[in-house]
């Protein structure tokens, strides 16, 4: 008899979690508002523990208006509110 314990499964994030949300925006187009509420449109290359972000292709929103585009940006975590899926899923 084998006294060799069955190895624990690496734990999934469950479906609908915020840590599944953000693995599946990866690559696409999103949202990104900061605390001063300007809001950041680009294409969501990369994003860490940290919340983090890296875009591309990104537009600048101010009330409402574009007030600048930028080709890479980088926006700090700790500035971040939310992120929100520009595209469907």
């Not at 208006?65 to 971040?80: H, I, M, P």
Request: with cysteine; aromatic share 8%; net charge negative.
């Amino acid at each position: 008899m084998s006294s060799a314990s069955p190895q624990p499964e690496e734990a999934a994030a469950p479906a609908g979690s915020p840590s599944e949300f953000l693995k599946n925006i990866v690559g696409k187009r999103v949202k990104v508002r900061i605390g001063s509420g300007v809001d950041y449109h680009g294409l969501l290359t990369c994003l860490d523990g940290y919340m983090n972000v890296a875009l591309e292709e990104t537009e600048e929103w101010a009330n409402g208006r574009k007030t600048a585009e930028y080709g890479d940006c980088f926006l700090r975590g700790n500035n971040v509110l939310y992120i929100s899926a520009l595209e469907e899923l």
